[in-house]
């Protein structure tokens, strides 16, 4: 639990009033959310759809200790020389950011960031596991992963805690630079260079740039952890030394590689070149997993933790919620949820992996439509086509508007009685799929978030 004084609080944010009568004080959490505020708590009064001004009294209310503020004094709808104590700033935002850095800086652990297209919350996850085989561990909760997330998260920080493991994402470029700026990592991670949110970059070069960004806070001597065999960020990694770079993947040319990929339905299991023999189990499915694992092992690995020491930790990690889980379907199906994000890439990869699994049943695909891909939505999207095999796949079911491109591609491959498209509504959806459904069926769904095919996972559950 963090616990700091209003004096350190002022000087740390560069308070603008005088906040002296107050300065033993201490508070021991800091909320931007006044539903979440507890006695102690330092309120963050954020400017967005709404004005957290406005709520200054149910923030009081709640138990809020002290409040950042960033208007004038005189429009306080309280007295602050006798009631309430206010820090007067310029920007609660930025406040809120330089307290986090003050915090981080005070308790010192090593810092690892993480960011990619796909998997930097499963390798977070991973990464979580094996690092806490040594070392006292924090780390992002949810989708805190941006500009008010991560401060919050480092402000969330226990003081005992040794490595702090921030997740970071964008979208749009100069986004990582900041939150790397405040978190100075000691070990950067690169996920992977997909095409999530290319609507804003124009292409996978762009993003790579942006990924990239996640470099420029790199404490001295920091490394920077990437896919070796992505020729995107071969190219970007040449400003840093060769003893921070490391790289993982498939290929024998990187530091850490697989041996032995061994891919079921509840389970994936491997070996590494680091120690030949050892098997590493994820309790995940899919071979791309694989690559996080690598990922969060060479985090491991910098930080001291050898393979050995972490593979148990990994055989029992805890996913995050709406990560490509097994749940119990209607009629006696189960269902692979995997509804949370989507890009191409990280389709096709579930599709490849779903597409193996031995059922007596048949194997139903409902994939949504992809988000903020841009001018080339319709060919991403028209990309999935390969990975979708009539002789594995038994049911093909599309939903939105953007997925119309695919359902025509797919005409060719299904048979009318096996290939389906929806659009608006989800009811007739919902019903469409109960009533397809058997004992021992497999069901796969995935899309963007924003989607909602979550509501769709929902409602097929048993």
């Keep these: 639990m963090i616990s700091l004084t209003i004096k350190e609080i002022a000087v740390a944010v560069g ?82 950011q330089d307290l986090a850095k003050f915090y981080l800086a005070k308790i010192h652990p090593k810092v690892v960031g993480i960011t990619g297209s796909n998997g930097k919350t499963t390798t977070k996850d991973m990464a979580d596991a094996v690092l806490s085989s040594q070392y006292r561990v924090h780390k992002t909760q949810g989708n805190f992963n941006n500009h008010i997330g991560l401060p919050i998260t480092i402000l969330e920080m226990p003081e005992d805690t040794e490595v702090i493991i921030l997740e970071m994402g964008m979208n749009h470029a100069g986004e990582i630079k900041v939150l790397s700026e405040l978190a100075e990592p000691d070990v950067a991670v690169i996920t992977m260079i997909g095409e999530s949110h290319i609507e804003f970059f124009g292409s996978r070069a762009g993003i790579a740039d942006a990924k990239m960004e996640i470099s420029l806070g790199l404490k001295e001597n920091g490394v920077l ?29 990187n530091d850490l590689y697989p041996l032995n990929i061994n891919a079921q339905m509840n389970q994936t299991s491997f070996e590494t070149n680091d120690d030949p023999g050892l098997t590493i189990i994820l309790p995940v499915l899919g071979t791309y997993n694989v690559n996080n694992a690598l990922a969060a092992l060479s985090v491991g690995k910098v930080l001291g933790v050898p393979v050995e020491q972490s593979a148990p930790k990994l055989a029992q990690f805890q996913l995050t919620k709406n990560r490509t889980e097994w749940l119990d379907g209607v009629n006696g199906s189960s269902i692979l ?35 903020e891909l841009g001018e080339q939505s319709s060919e991403l999207h028209l990309s999935v086509k390969d990975s979708l095999n009539p002789s ?19 005409q060719e491959k299904f048979d009318k009685e096996n290939l389906f498209y929806f659009t608006g509504g989800k009811e007739p ?24 095919l979550l509501s769709v996972v929902r409602a097929l559950q048993a």
């Excluded at 409040?67 to 020389?81: F, G, R, Y």
């Excluded at 060769?242 to 040319?253: I, P, R, S, V």
Aim: charged letters at 25%; aromatic letters at 8%.
């Design 337 to 371: 949820n995997d509804a949370y994000n989507a890009n191409p890439t990280a389709m096709k990869a579930v599709l490849d992996n779903f597409s193996t699994f031995e059922t007596n049943g048949k194997r139903l695909a409902v994939l949504g439509e992809m988000l």
């Design 15 to 96: 308070a603008l009033n005088d906040t002296s009568k107050w300065s033993d004080e201490k508070i021991t959490s800091v909320e931007f959310d006044t539903r979440k505020l507890v006695k102690g708590s330092l309120f963050v009064p954020l400017l967005g759809n709404n004005d957290g001004h406005d709520f200054i009294l149910k923030a009081i209310e709640n138990g809020a200790a002290v409040s950042l503020w960033s208007k004038s004094l005189a429009k306080l709808p309280i007295d602050v020389e006798d009631d309430f104590p206010v820090i007067q700033v310029k920007d609660t935002l930025q406040a809120l």
């Design 225 to 253: 952890i990437y896919p070796g065999e992505e020729l995107l960020l071969q190219k970007r990694v040449g400003n840093l030394a060769d003893k921070q770079l490391k790289t993982f993947g498939t290929a024998e040319t």
């Design 392 to 410: 594995q796949i038994d049911k093909v079911i599309l939903y939105g508007d953007q997925m119309s491109v695919l359902y025509e591609a797919l």
């Design 429 to 452: 959806l919902i019903q469409f799929v109960k009533e397809q459904l058997e004992p021992g069926d497999y069901i796969l769904l995935k899309s963007s978030l924003g989607t909602d």
